[in-house]
């Protein structure tokens, strides 16, 4: 399935689309190359989902958390820093991966033999627009 982004005036339906078509997943791993839109897309994610705390790219933390209006939290992890997947394993990568939270990555290449078989793959391209084509697996 592919979810086509004209302009950020579609972040929003594009967000509620990708939830729709995921269903109960709650595992998200992003690939794209710099500046595709990682951040921006799990931004308009978690504002969908109902975070109430400020999104932001985890880059130099690894791992944010955010809280929704409900109370539950959001994970949005960066592997952009990582360079052994033995570091992921050092801040408990498993816990979020097993949690029954969402879970946003991005950069996840370095740990895809360790992603659960349900984790739900959005691959981000950029046409010659600048538009933005999620294709979802």
């Known amino acids: 399935m592919e979810i086509f982004i004209k302009d950020k005036r579609h972040l ?9 078509q995921s269903g109960d997943k709650k595992i998200f791993a ?23 705390d400020l999104v932001s790219s985890p880059t130099f933390t690894l791992v944010n958390e955010y809280k929704t209006s409900g109370g539950k939290s959001i994970f ?8 052994k997947q033995e570091e992921v394993y050092d801040f408990g990568i498993e816990e979020y ?7 946003f990555m991005e950069w996840p290449e370095l740990i895809e033999e360790i992603l659960p078989e ?16 999620l294709s979802l697996s």
């Open 12 to 20: 929003s339906l594009a967000a509620k689309q990708l939830l729709e």
């Open 76 to 83: 949005h992890i960066d592997f952009y820093r990582i360079k």
């Open 30 to 52: 992003f690939y794209g190359s710099m500046g595709a839109g990682k951040t921006t897309i799990i931004k308009a994610i978690c504002e969908s989902l109902g975070a109430v």
């Open 118 to 133: 349900e984790t739900v793959r959005v691959r981000i391209s950029v046409d010659e627009r600048e538009h933005r084509i």
């Open 97 to 103: 991966l097993t949690g029954d939270s969402y879970c």
